[in-house]
């Protein structure tokens, strides 16, 4: 028979597996923008029944003393360098950061926890470019940033590339666990621009553009919108 405690930390173990379990199943299915938030709060809760189960499990588990399992605890966040934070549990691969200033629709100022300056141009999307003579919604594109993200703290998700070589940090935005990015994609105020290596979630950008391009929502509203722009990838990342 077990001990109670015995039976406790088994209960916890059981827990954690199947935690894990839901968190591999959450990978498989359609990439459709809906599903993947759906998995993102999925993988989410998962992570953290996993880290709160482990958690338990060690001090639950009889036969060591308490400094035993607190060290056991302390290792098993510093190896895997999670870090739980409210209800997320963020990777080197994010940070978070203070707004401080819009520039145009798809580039902002942030202010680090460490106090540094750094600018930020969103990935895998390009808006209309303000410059001496805006382009059809331009200003709106960036008042809907600045609307958005004005005076927020932000979390930043990194691709594969940090920055880019003006040095700005190149970003996935969320507020209150919507990106950002997307919803200037579904307002019709910027277009998909893909710059490899960065393409983790060109599918689904890619699918809600093609429904604002359908919808003819703002920029789309436009006849040829690309061509009469005379869109230039090396122009639109520039380090406005």
Do not use: C
Request: no cysteine.
């Amino acid at each position: 028979m077990l001990s109670n405690e015995s039976f406790t930390a088994v209960l916890f173990l059981l827990f954690t597996i199947l935690a894990i379990i839901v968190w591999v199943v959450s990978f498989v299915g359609r990439r459709s923008a809906s599903a993947r938030k759906s998995r993102k709060r999925v993988n989410r809760i998962s992570l953290l029944t996993v880290a709160l189960s482990f958690v338990l499990v060690i001090v639950t588990a009889p036969g060591t003393s308490l400094v035993e399992k607190a060290a056991s605890i302390q290792n098993f966040f510093i190896l895997r360098d999670f870090q739980v934070a409210g209800t997320f549990i963020y990777t080197s691969k994010t940070m978070e950061a203070e707004v401080t200033s819009v520039i145009d629709g798809d580039t902002f100022r942030i202010r680090t926890n460490e106090g540094n300056t750094e600018k930020v141009r969103m990935l895998l999307i390009d808006t209309p470019e303000i410059g001496e003579q805006p382009e059809p919604y331009a200003l709106e594109a960036r008042d809907y940033t600045k609307e958005l993200l004005g005076g927020q703290t932000v979390h930043l998700e990194f691709d594969e590339s940090e920055r880019d070589q003006y040095g700005r940090l190149l970003a996935y935005v969320y507020v209150d666990d919507r990106m950002v990015n997307e919803l200037l994609l579904e307002k019709g105020l910027a277009r998909v621009a893909v710059f490899p290596p960065d393409t983790m979630y060109v599918a689904d950008f890619r699918e809600i553009e093609s429904k604002a391009r359908e919808a003819k929502l703002r920029v789309w509203s436009i006849d040829n919108y690309v061509t009469n722009r005379g869109f230039n990838a090396d122009a639109a990342a520039s380090g406005q």
